[in-house]
């Protein structure tokens, strides 16, 4: 009995830290823009097919909910994420102010990050798989404006590493708007 109560308290602290991690990210853009402005952080956008996309499961999985990325992005990122699931059917409203944001920041495929100021200058933009957790936080840290990147901490490998000229991937150019909506 006492290891099956031991169990279900185990699972209990997972789901709350799981919760703890969504709780981070932010579904509309309007709260996230106001954020960002009293914060006066940049807003990351993960635009995600979170039903269907492999490769936005992988980035999930292997940067966007790991700890290296979601210390960084506690301190430093406002957290959007737009979905344009398959198996579940998002209300119309919410549907079209997905999409109406896609074009918005020129997304143009699955997974597609942005990284944009309150004043929704696009400060990175790509879909590539970034070289783990630590290079991702590197380019954002590259891409963020020098008002928005954290302080360098004493001992913070990923800061020196940032700091390198040719550190982490570049960000990729702006891609032409696609062709047709998702």
């Known amino acids: 009995m006492g290891r099956f109560l031991g169990g ?4 209990a602290l997972l789901a709350a830290g ?8 932010l579904t509309e853009y309007g709260p996230a823009k106001e954020r960002a402005a009293a914060e ?3 807003i990351l956008i993960d635009f995600t097919g979170s039903d269907w996309c492999p490769d936005c499961a992988a980035l999930e999985a292997n940067v966007l909910s790991t700890p290296t990325f979601l210390s960084y992005a506690k301190k430093n990122l ?3 994420r737009i979905d344009f699931p398959k198996h579940k059917t998002l ?6 102010r997905n999409a109406a ?5 020129g997304a143009h495929n699955y ?9 929704e200058k696009v400060l990175y933009r790509g879909n590539d798989q970034p070289e783990g957790p630590g290079g991702f936080v590197a380019l954002l840290r590259k891409a963020s404006p020098p008002e928005a990147a954290p302080a360098k ?3 913070d490998a990923f800061a020196a590493f940032a700091a390198q000229p040719d550190a982490g991937p570049s960000p990729s150019p702006a891609p032409a708007p696609a062709p047709s909506q998702p």
């Open 18 to 25: 799981a919760r703890g991690e969504e709780s981070l990210w």
């Open 153 to 155: 901490e004493e001992g």
């Open 8 to 11: 279900i308290a185990a699972l």
């Open 91 to 96: 209300p119309p409203d919410v549907q079209q």
């Open 111 to 119: 997974p597609s990050v942005i990284l944009a100021d309150a004043e």
């Open 78 to 80: 406002v957290l959007l």
């Open 101 to 105: 944001l896609w074009w918005k920041f």
């Open 40 to 42: 006066h952080k940049p």
